[in-house]
């Protein structure tokens, strides 16, 4: 079965900071992996997909992230965060199983930007 | 292209009731799922429906139903609620296509509370 680690429940960059958010998978095919952002009240926003191909994808707002097969990883960047960044950040892997498919997501990394 | 809208946003109930869940995928999107976000268990896939039938369910009770209609909105039931159904149910469509797993993209949710 597949399974997402995202192994920082919080973290806090000062406004304007780099951003790094871990995220690790388990899945023994090739596996579909995606990030979405929720701000508070709100559903999942896709941020970026990763299905095939080259490994550094961009997403919308600025974000990047990088498949990393050997390690299993597929970490999120952001170069300079906004302060209207903050919000929760899930990692997801996606599986086809019975002709459809299903996602596993982490248990999100809380961000918070200080100004 | 409207996004995936969800009805009632807000819902109260007591133990014992019975509630009924409302999604309408984006316009062409044959493929709805459901997904329960609690503080305790995070995110968890419920079921997946494509044309009018359920192809994949998650590890929920009997009492977690769900139905695709014709032109692809979807319904969910719970039944004789409990106080730790409480959640906010999130639906995701998404296109279908053959290979690889398909993009979801998700509605604003519906936050059941359950007293």
């Known amino acids: 079965a597949q399974s997402v680690t995202q192994p920082d429940i919080h973290i806090t960059v000062s406004e304007g900071a780099s951003l790094e958010l871990r995220c690790n998978y388990s899945y023994g095919a090739t596996p579909y992996l995606f990030w979405y952002v929720q701000s508070p009240g709100q559903g999942l926003q896709l941020l970026l997909k990763y299905f095939s191909g080259d490994t550094l994808v961009q997403g919308i707002k600025g974000f990047e992230a990088e498949f990393k097969r050997s390690q299993s990883s597929f970490n999120l960047r952001k170069p300079s965060v906004h302060w209207s960044d903050a919000a929760e950040y899930f990692c997801a892997v996606g599986a086809r199983m019975g002709g459809g498919n299903k996602l596993t997501f982490g248990t999100g990394t809380q961000l918070k930007v200080e100004l | ?115």
């Open chain 2, 1 to 115: 292209k409207a996004g995936v809208t969800q009805t009632p946003r807000y819902l109260i109930k007591t133990r014992g009731q019975q509630v009924t869940l409302s999604c309408s995928p984006i316009s062409g999107h044959r493929s709805v799922s459901w997904y329960q976000q609690t503080p305790g268990q995070g995110l968890q896939f419920l079921f997946e429906y494509f044309s009018e039938t359920q192809r994949n369910k998650g590890n929920f009770p009997g009492r977690f139903s769900g139905r695709q209609f014709s032109n692809s909105r979807s319904e969910m039931n719970v039944s004789t609620l409990e106080l730790g159904d409480s959640a906010l149910y999130l639906c995701a469509s998404s296109l279908v296509t053959s290979g690889g797993a398909d993009t979801q993209y998700f509605g604003p949710g519906t936050r059941l509370t359950v007293l």
